[in-house]
């Protein structure tokens, strides 16, 4: 098995080598190589055997008796006639059943206990798998992010170097100062350590991402269309502040019902109870039904054996000392009421998550649009600068201006549109469900 999964790990590397790398695909590998997720599948496991133990324990219990005894003189042999041929030997077996009828509810309350403990594996297994699904997404749009940053400082810097070569003319010429010459030299000396300090943070994100996924670091990405979130963007943005509160209140709703960790609490409310009500039952007595079998060879002469069957219902009542059964249920009561604290205490930070998370998804996409047209606008203004600075209309303040009013609208686009990839997977992960599932609540 481990032989079949290095196998397919090293194919997936090499597919991963000769093809970009989709969101997708790094998903599912982040899935299969987590090393947190694989732990919490064993704990799954655990506590489904643990459930399947309890439900036998629910059955009667039976269990086989024998007994063989040698006698270096067999009791009794007065009661016999002189010159009985008796048997050295007693050999008895029987069979023993036990039903436990009512136990204070142990028995079945525990069974239940067990159950809400597998509930609770699924819901811990479900958190890391989003959480780790989260971590994936994250790590991936900062690669992209990096990479995009990166390829709008070599275009600043490809502009600067143009601008240096127009005002160097300028300067040639006599229609420029030295000063202003030297102005546009420094801004241009300035993008190229911008595009130094953008090549090592793409670097770092590369190599973290190819950690996390156990990927060579030569890979490649695809990037994330942004015509494919086009559709909820738009629709979005124009919400306007009762439609906000409508959408935020809807993805509230929704949140609650399916967070893991909030799940988890209120199972473990119910085990709270259950434990509750197993202190309690302590209280109370205990019936339990008993037939017991037995067939019997004594030291007589006769072979045969002499059966015997008894069906017995046992009761017993607590009656002295009660203070550790006072104890333990004191304790569950308190844990109760703890539990019952925990969870309201879970749900509140829950809603005010996903109130956060819904706002900051709107505005995410609020600044997307706003990024965009502050872009479209930055980049027509650019074009009209630079072309009255070479027919020397304008100052060279105003081009550099312009041009880092360029830079900077064309940075705050890219970086807006990965915090709204970021919102959306940070919403998706507190209400509990996959990225591609949040469009049915926008």
Do not use: C
Request: proline share 4%; no cysteine; glycine share 6%.
């Amino acid at each position: 098995m481990k032989l079949t999964v290095t196998l397919l790990l090293m194919l997936n590397i090499g597919l991963l080598m000769a093809a970009p790398l989709s969101l997708d695909e790094a998903r599912a590998r982040a899935l299969v190589a987590n090393l947190s997720l694989q732990s919490q599948q064993a704990a799954r496991a655990a506590a489904q055997w643990n459930y399947r133990e309890s439900l036998f324990g629910l059955l009667p219990t039976a269990s086989l008796t024998g007994g063989y005894t040698s006698y270096e003189s067999p009791p009794g042999a007065a009661m016999y006639p002189p010159g009985t041929d008796l048997e050295d030997v007693s050999v008895d077996y029987g069979v023993s059943v036990n039903m436990p009828l009512f136990v204070g509810g142990a028995k079945w309350l525990g069974s239940r206990m067990r159950h809400d403990a597998l509930l609770m594996a699924d819901q811990s297994l479900l958190s890391t798998l989003l959480e780790v699904t989260a971590n994936v997404e994250s790590k991936y749009y900062a690669v992209l992010e990096a990479r995009d940053l990166l390829q709008n400082a070599e275009k600043d810097l490809d502009v600067s170097r143009r601008n240096l070569e127009s005002t160097r003319v300028r300067y040639e010429t006599g229609t420029l100062s030295r000063a202003s010459y030297l102005q546009v030299q420094a801004e241009a000396a300035g993008k190229e350590v911008s595009l130094i300090q953008r090549r090592n943070l793409f670097q770092i994100a590369r190599l973290d991402l190819a950690n996390y996924l156990q990927l060579p670091a030569d890979f490649t990405l695809q990037p994330v269309p942004l015509d494919r979130h086009r559709p909820s963007i738009d629709r979005l943005r124009a919400l306007d502040a009762n439609a906000v509160d409508k959408l935020a209140e809807r993805i509230v709703a929704a949140g609650l019902g399916s967070n893991p960790g909030l799940r988890h609490a209120t199972l473990g409310r119910a085990t709270s109870k259950k434990a509750t009500l197993i202190a309690r039952g302590a209280f109370l007595p205990t019936l339990n039904l008993v037939y017991n079998k037995t067939w019997t060879e004594d030291v007589d002469p006769d072979d045969d054996f002499a059966d015997q069957g008894v069906l017995m219902l046992n009761a017993s009542l607590p009656i002295f000392p009660l203070g550790d059964v006072f104890s333990a249920e004191r304790s569950a009561t308190r844990g109760l009421q703890q539990a019952n604290l925990d969870l309201d205490a879970a749900e509140d930070g829950v809603r005010l998550g996903l109130h956060s998370a819904a706002l900051n998804l709107v505005t995410a996409a609020q600044a997307v649009h706003a990024s965009q047209v502050a872009l479209e606008f930055a980049s027509e203004t650019y074009a009209q600068m630079e072309e009255r600075y070479r027919n020397n209309l304008v100052a060279t303040n105003d081009l550099l201006s312009a041009e880092v009013l360029l830079m900077s609208s064309r940075n705050r686009f890219t970086t807006s549109l990965y915090d709204y990839l970021r919102a959306r997977s940070a919403l998706a992960q507190l209400m509990g469900i996959a990225e591609a599932e949040l469009n049915n609540w926008l």
